[in-house]
């Protein structure tokens, strides 16, 4: 069994969803993960917040604006007038659904099954093409397999148990359909895997089907060395371990969702980064193995907020920083750097939500300063076979980016460095020059 996902841009209309269907032919079972068309997750963020605003009318205009853009996906994709008919009452269902929340309140729960129509459609719109075109498959509805729980963790045994259930009812089907992103929460509502959730939902899959392969179809050739959305001359990685490829998509390479590789790499399945629109690009393979001994690549991670805790009488008693720990464990606050010396422990989180609880409750230990509007820079690659040398070219290449924390040695394959958002781009840049020029002229 492989897992195939498709992200935005390549069923980002009928032609490329008819691309779609060309690349997942042949009789090897298959579990295809779709996400929404590019641009409607953000149409429909974009209709949640107009409803949370009581902009009615506003909304009711983008939904109708959304539903227009649909109706001409449905006449661009099937030939059938009969196919067509049956796109456009779901479409008209679907569309209608969303309507009917501009009549009433609007709540974080409604907000969820607004958010969940995008792939939805997507599905079902995919699976009408396969059916006019005489391919046997099944839509799987993710929302009867995919949960998170009470920690909005995913439920792997209970996503197992309930996929191969979803499975067995079609012994003789190859070719599975389903939706990305979407799931059930611990109460059994509609939620979703947050943004880009896309390729998090196929690793599940794979992970609970015991999948040979995963492959994260996008609209990039594979994995490159730094963000290519910011800097010249990038280029893909051919192969990156597990543990690599996991601190680039939690440090910010878009290509994956930060939590798209554990699953994965739990059940020992490569991942590969594939080019909807190259096919025959090689992209790139993620798996246990390590190349060893290089710089690969480098992504950075914006919205982050440093805290720092000065105190006299703190570090080097123990006990000091488990207390401030479990400020953080309170708030379900994940932190991501650390860095301490004798008077001060500075340290970094990503959600802000409790932000002035937590400080007010480290308050207690000592004087705390919080900045937000700070970056995380990450390069990876395995150090420690390039022990004496990596360190210096990092921070030679980062002489004139003022560096507000440092973090090395927490794993082999990680360097990270904290700066002021303003300065990403310049730090980008300077590690491409620093790094890579060699390794990209050479490529
Ligand atoms: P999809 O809709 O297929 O999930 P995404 O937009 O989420 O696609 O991810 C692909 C995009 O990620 C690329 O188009 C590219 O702009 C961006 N990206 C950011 N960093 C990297 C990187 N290091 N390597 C490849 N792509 C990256
Ligand atoms: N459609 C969702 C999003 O835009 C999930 C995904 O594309 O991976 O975030
Ligand atoms: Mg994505």
């Keep these: 069994m492989k897992i195939l996902k498709f992200g935005g841009t390549?069923?980002?209309?009928?032609?490329?969803?008819?691309?779609?269907?060309a690349l997942i032919q042949g009789d090897e079972p298959k579990i295809v993960v779709l996400s929404a068309m590019s641009g409607t997750t953000n149409a429909l963020v974009q209709i949640s917040e107009l409803l949370y605003q009581h902009k009615n009318e506003e909304a009711k205009a983008q939904i109708d604006a959304l539903h227009h853009t649909y109706k001409q996906v449905a006449t661009d994709f099937y030939t059938s007038a009969e196919k067509q008919q049956q796109a456009n009452e779901l479409l008209n269902q679907h569309f209608d659904y969303l309507r009917a929340f501009t009549q009433d309140s609007f709540t974080t729960h409604e907000e969820r099954a607004v958010l969940?129509?995008?792939?939805?459609?997507?599905?079902?719109?995919?699976?009408?093409?396969?059916?006019?075109?005489?391919?046997?498959?099944v839509l799987l509805p993710a929302l009867n397999f995919m949960k998170i729980d009470e920690n909005e963790e995913p439920d792997t045994a209970y996503i197992a148990a309930n996929l191969k259930a979803e499975l067995a009812k079609y012994p003789e089907?190859?070719?599975?359909?389903?939706?990305g992103y979407i799931c059930r929460n611990a109460f059994g509502e509609v939620d979703n895997l947050k943004r880009g959730g896309s390729d998090y939902s196929a690793s599940l899959i794979g992970a609970a089907a015991d999948a040979d392969e995963i492959q994260i179809w996008t609209d990039i050739d594979g994995m490159h060395n730094n963000d290519p959305r910011i800097v010249?001359?990038?280029?893909?990685?051919?192969?990156?371990?597990?543990?690599?490829?996991?601190?680039?998509?939690?440090?910010g390479a878009k290509i994956l969702h930060p939590s798209s590789v554990q699953p994965a790499k739990q059940k020992n399945i490569p991942v590969r980064l594939l080019n909807t629109m190259q096919p025959e690009a090689k992209g790139t393979i993620i798996?246990?193995?390590?190349?060893?001994?290089?710089?690969k690549a480098v992504a950075a991670k914006d919205g982050i907020t440093a805290i720092k805790i000065k105190s006299g009488r703190m570090l080097l008693a123990y006990g000091f920083l488990r207390s401030v720990f479990e400020v953080f464990e309170r708030y379900k606050t994940p932190i991501d750097m650390i860095t301490t010396s004798e008077v001060a422990v500075s340290l970094t989180i990503d959600n802000a939500r409790f932000l002035n609880e937590i400080v007010h409750e480290l308050e207690a230990f000592g004087q705390v300063e919080a900045d937000q509007e700070q970056t995380i820079v990450c390069v990876v690659g395995d150090f420690m076979e390039?022990?004496?040398?990596?360190?210096?070219?990092?921070?030679?290449?980062?002489?004139?980016?003022?560096?507000?924390?440092?973090?090395?040695?927490?794993?082999?394959?990680?360097?990270?460095?904290?700066?002021?958002t303003p300065h990403k781009v310049d730090a980008l840049q300077k590690l491409n020059e620093g790094i890579f020029e060699h390794n990209a002229t050479n490529a």
Excluded: C, H, W
């Design 287 to 295: 798996t246990a193995e390590s190349e060893g001994g290089k710089i």
């Design 173 to 179: 089907t190859k070719l599975f359909i389903t939706q």
């Design 10 to 21: 390549s069923v980002g209309s009928a032609a490329r969803m008819k691309a779609v269907a």
């Design 386 to 420: 390039e022990r004496s040398g990596a360190a210096l070219k990092v921070f030679e290449a980062l002489k004139d980016i003022p560096l507000r924390m440092i973090s090395y040695g927490g794993s082999k394959n990680n360097i990270s460095v904290l700066i002021n």
């Design 116 to 137: 969940a129509q995008g792939e939805l459609l997507s599905t079902a719109l995919f699976q009408f093409f396969l059916e006019e075109q005489g391919i046997n498959s």
């Design 232 to 251: 010249k001359n990038t280029y893909p990685i051919a192969v990156l371990s597990f543990d690599e490829a996991a601190e680039l998509a939690y440090f």
